[in-house]
């Protein structure tokens, strides 16, 4: 099993979990081991739902949780401009 899948079912168990946003966000950043990449087609995934079928709530969540994870990655522009700053 990929990464990408791995962050695909642990985001789909805290969405049924519902643990709160901070706590899964930091649970599917430790899934992915920050490969940035696995998260990115991990969202993909629940955008397409998404596209299937707009009303599919759950993959809103995911792809919401999932945006919020890689903004707070250790990747994110916004981190590195801080720092550089």
């Not at 946003?21 to 998404?50: M, N, P, T, W």
């Not at 945006?67 to 981190?79: F, N, V």
């Amino acid at each position: 099993m990929t990464t990408a899948e791995l962050v695909i079912e642990k985001t789909e168990e805290l969405v049924h979990a519902g643990p709160g946003d901070e706590e899964a966000v930091r649970q599917i950043l430790e899934c992915c081991g920050q490969k940035r990449v696995s998260l990115v087609v991990a969202r993909h995934h629940f955008l397409s739902r998404l596209e299937e079928d707009p009303q599919d709530g759950d993959a809103t969540k995911g792809a919401d949780l999932l945006t919020a994870a890689l903004d707070r990655g250790t990747w994110s522009l916004t981190e590195d401009i801080e720092n550089t700053t």
